[in-house]
């Protein structure tokens, strides 16, 4: 691997060589280009220093626009408002507050278009950040094993599927193994696909076939259109008495209740049932959330295997140092 050991993200997990992140950099501007960026317009992002942010400006560069770095400590709302940005991409968690800040202070800017990554989009969100700002929003998918982008859901209201992570972008995806879930082990294959794990070619070559496709943890669904909706990680998956509940569909769900602002759901030990269907719920602000009514929500949408069994408010969700929920620390916090 001489060379290519240049970029490394800040917690040691990302190798890229220049020239990879080059070739990342064209795929990601071709995306750009095509979905509406051009000349003269602002693209704002939220990202930690490492491969995916040197990816990120290079790519902006490169489809002629100007890439905007921000975080929650900066005024990124009053940029948007002001109409400095045209394009953003965030994580849903931030998308949340500046819905709800620009939800107070009327929006007058030339945003069109909001991209998230990083995590699950609730369509709740969705929805609700595109009422307020007036563009689409759209969620996008990527790894460490695919250099950055691997699949995105097209810019606009007619083209973009909410609750899907959108169609392969330079990559192809099929699904493989039994279903489980309500949906199967996903695998990814493209000129963008990593090499291998660095010094530890059982681990590649336990992740890979021999035509060349990547085994994800994912479990999901492909649609005949080529839209891929994630379920989650196969490890996450909650074995409910011997049910297999996908967290995301829970987490989708209690979403949709007008009083939730973020949950998360993971497993918890069950002396019967082995797993129990757990449930942190961050409320809405100005909310006093009632347990009943939340559980009366997901009793009229969900199977009663698919209701979570352990639910409790918290004032936010716990997180990893990247930024990401963390169902394992969820886990802990509703066992403690």
Known sequence: ?????????????????????????????????????????????????????????????????????????????????TGAVTWISVVPPLLALLAAAAARVPVHGRLRFIRTASAPLPVALARRAEAVFGCPVGEAYGMTETSHQAAANPPDLGGRQLGTVGRGTGTEWRMAGEEVAGGRLLEVRGPCLFRGYLG???????????????????????????????????????????????????????????????CLATAVPHPVLGEEIGLLVVPAPGVQLDIGELRRHCAERLADYKRPGVVRVVDSLPRLATGKASRALASRLLTS
């Open 200 to 262: 530890a070619p059982a681990l590649t070559a336990a992740a890979m076939t021999d035509d060349g496709w990547h085994h994800k943890l994912d479990v999901g669904t492909i649609g005949a259109d080529g839209f891929i909706r994630l379920l989650g990680r196969r490890s996450e998956l909650i074995n409910r008495g011997g049910y297999k509940v996908a967290p995301g569909e829970v987490e989708e769900t209690v979403a949709e209740h007008p009083g939730v602002a973020a």
């Open 1 to 81: 691997m001489a060379g290519a050991a240049l970029l490394r993200d800040i917690h040691g997990a990302e190798l890229l060589s220049y020239g990879e992140r080059d070739a990342a950099a064209d795929r990601l501007a071709a995306s750009l280009a095509a979905g509406g960026v051009r000349e003269g317009d602002v693209v704002a992002a939220l990202l930690p220093p490492g491969p995916s942010f040197a990816v990120a400006m290079a790519a902006c560069w490169r489809a002629c626009a100007v890439f905007a770095p921000i975080s929650p400590q900066l005024a990124a709302g009053a940029a948007i408002a």
